[in-house]
């Protein structure tokens, strides 16, 4: 499958990242398989290159490392701490790199920003140690942006991770502007407000600029709308299925719509 990707530059750094990237929630909390194996062969193949997971996740996390271990370099490897207390973090991001199979972690994240004032000193050690590239927060609700924005003040944050969509569209309303002035990268969750936006837009014909920008499918279509924010670096739609994994990475290609171009989609969306 030859695909040639959007990239875009993570601010600190200038490292150039694939703009889709692939999310493991509830999609990789299973055994591996031939076909989570086919998932991550279509990403790779297709250009991809961060995966996201959690230890939140259940089996997503050694289901990953599994599939990985011989290709590991191969992939910008995204995970997160999700409890309470500096010995405790510590202790859950070691097992972390074992489940992951590996001595380093590209970014580490502070999952729904849980003790993340505490978590930060530690991320800051392991960042200067060599264990992790680049430090991130993250949440799943708008709600707590407010929180959010504090934390990627903080100079030692190079990631923010949160929830955008044509649906729901808050973080346009200061976030991503904030993130863009203090050189934060920024990776989109939840793109389809975890399925159900796809779900209820199924048996919905395509808008007609859906043929401009060269669209098959609603999915292609909610990601274009999302990665025509220049502050976005990166998405991360989960999925299990490889016929929708090329699906998701053709959202990377070609033309991104214009302001009037992602009106038309969010109105069509909201429809």
Known sequence: MSIHLLKRR???????LPVIGLGTWQSFDKEPSEELSKVLATFYEGGGKLIDSSPMYGKSEETVGSLIAMRRKDFFVATKVWTRGEKQGFAQMEE???????RKVDLMQIHNLVDWRIHLHT???MKEQGRIRYIGVTHYAPSSFGELTLAIRDRAVDFVQLPYSAFTRTAEDGILAEAADRGVAVIVNRPFEEGALLRRLRAKALPTVAAELGCFSWAELLLKFILARPEVTCVIPATSNPVHMREILRAGTGRLPDERERESIAMAARG
């Open 10 to 16: 993570i601010p600190r750094g200038g490292e150039l």
């Open 96 to 102: 972390s790199f074992r489940k992951l199979q590996t």
């Open 123 to 125: 991320l800051r050690m």
